[in-house]
């Protein structure tokens, strides 16, 4: 579903990703740890058109999308939620949805609502506050809400940056196990998550990036036996 080749990019003269490579198979869940500053945010810009590589090549379902803008990514099935939520704190829950849901909106008639139903059945929390002010969410509805608003567009890749930042535990536990659940429906993720242990249990690859680089990737079982992941990424966090 996505494929980044030897990607180089960054901000100015200041170079971020050094020939980054990364593949999600479709149906997937693939997650990206590492430290702060090791190049995982910047990564999902690249592959969302927020941020253009300077060199390499982006792939999406086969498809060069390396120059495409994000409003072309958008329309052509990539989703991206970014980190700290981002919903529009003044319209309602349910405002919110429809416009996640915009480049759908010449769509069959009612396909905004039947999907929006669908998102609000995956956070059933929502479903009592559709018509409250999303600023007045609490920070794990606002994150389940920004998701929900990512899957109105039907995406064939929803991208997640650090779902589970500033969060408590149960939240946590109940928003990846939706993705869990959205990845057996068959829809492709790719998570950027420094919560490591919160990652490995739903990940089916993950890669470890440090300073702009991949520095290994494998399946959650292999890493999970490197003394240096349990080191540098297993020390503490989510533990349910």
Do not use: C
């Amino acid at each position: 579903m996505l494929e980044v080749r030897e990607v180089v990019a960054g901000y100015g003269r200041l170079e971020v990703l050094h020939r980054v490579s990364v593949q999600v198979e479709t149906g997937e869940i693939v997650a990206v740890i590492g430290a702060n500053g090791a190049g995982k945010t910047t990564l999902l810009r690249v592959v969302s058109g927020l941020l253009r590589a300077s060199n390499g090549t982006v792939l999406l379902d086969g498809v060069d999308v390396t120059r495409l803008p994000a409003e072309r990514l958008a329309a052509a099935g990539l989703a991206h939620v970014p980190e700290n939520r981002l919903v529009f704190p003044t319209l309602s829950v349910e405002d919110n949805l429809t416009l996640g849901g915009w480049t759908r909106r010449r769509g069959p008639r009612g396909e905004t609502e039947s999907q929006r139903q669908r998102a609000l059945d995956l956070f059933p929390r929502l479903q009592t506050r559709r018509r409250q002010p999303a600023g007045t969410l609490s920070g794990g509805e606002q994150q389940m809400l920004a998701i929900a608003r990512g899957l109105m567009a039907r995406p064939k890749l929803l991208v997640l940056d650090e779902p589970s930042v500033g969060l408590a535990p149960k939240v946590i536990a109940e928003i990846f196990a939706t993705l869990a659940r959205l990845r057996d429906d068959g829809l492709t993720i790719l998570l950027v998550e420094q919560n490591a242990r919160a990652a490995f249990k739903v990940a089916d690859r993950v890669y470890v990036m440090d300073r702009g680089e991949v520095a290994m990737d494998g399946n959650p079982t292999e890493l999970l036996t490197d003394q240096r992941v349990h080191q540098a990424y297993l020390g503490g966090g989510y533990t349910a």
